[in-house]
């Protein structure tokens, strides 16, 4: 699927087998709390439900089926002004795709929008007009060390080692990235928690952005 006319190549996602059998050992490894008086869930999440989806990922989930449905997709990796940038695309499929980032907030990822990029990238495939596709861009939002934790560096997350400006720097980061590929002209965005500051790095070429929480500009 990948489009000749881009100027970087993709990354398939692909997790090694060590570490994926490192997770299954910790995971069998859990040391499960009582929990009693808990069995409504008013303390928390119940002990017998977090057993139950466990045991799931541990003898049910299939690793292999999930990475290889996210390589249907294309995956890239860049690092524009030191913050790794990772994103999702599917090239629009139309006379003039408009670029669209669909950005997250921790703790969701890119795979969040999974259900809505095929739709966005090929209307006509849906019954939707052609001319409204979207050249679609899916991202997680950039996290702090604390946020990232053992994902940082896995290509799956962005990482910036600054507390408090984690969501600016990554958002002009991937602006910075999407320029130098040659891809906005005029693009749209749609994000939560601190990639809403995506908006707002270059509003000049921004078409439109959507935010689902406030944020203040300090403008």
């Known amino acids: 699927m990948s489009d000749t006319s881009f100027p970087l190549q993709p990354t398939p996602i692909h997790v090694p087998d060590e570490v994926l059998d490192d997770l299954t050992a910790r995971l069998k490894a859990t040391n499960w709390p009582q929990d009693e008086g808990n069995d409504d869930g008013y303390y928390g999440v119940r002990r ?5 989806l466990v045991e799931y990922w541990i ?67 849906y019954g939707a007009d052609p001319a409204e596709a979207f050249d679609v861009m899916a991202r997680p939002a950039p996290a ?46 749609r994000s939560a928690d601190p990639a809403v500051h995506d908006g707002l790095a270059d509003p000049g070429r921004r078409a439109g952005a959507r935010g689902v929480r406030p944020v203040a500009t300090g403008r």
């Open 48 to 52: 017998t439900y977090l057993q139950e």
């Open 144 to 189: 702090t060390r604390a946020m990232a934790g053992s994902t940082a560096g896995r290509g799956l997350t962005e990482f910036s080692h600054e507390r408090s400006d984690a969501g600016r720097r990554g958002g002009s980061a991937s602006h910075m990235g999407r320029r130098r590929c040659g891809l906005v002209c005029r693009e749209c965005a």
């Open 59 to 125: 003898e049910e989930y299939d690793r292999c089926a999930a990475e290889a449905a996210m390589n249907v997709y294309e995956h890239y990796n860049v690092e524009v002004g030191g913050v790794p940038v990772h994103f999702m695309r599917k090239p629009g499929v139309g006379p003039r795709p408009t670029p669209l980032i669909l950005s997250h907030g921790w703790p969701w990822t890119f795979w969040h929008w999974s259900k809505v990029v095929d739709p966005l990238a090929d209307p006509g495939a």
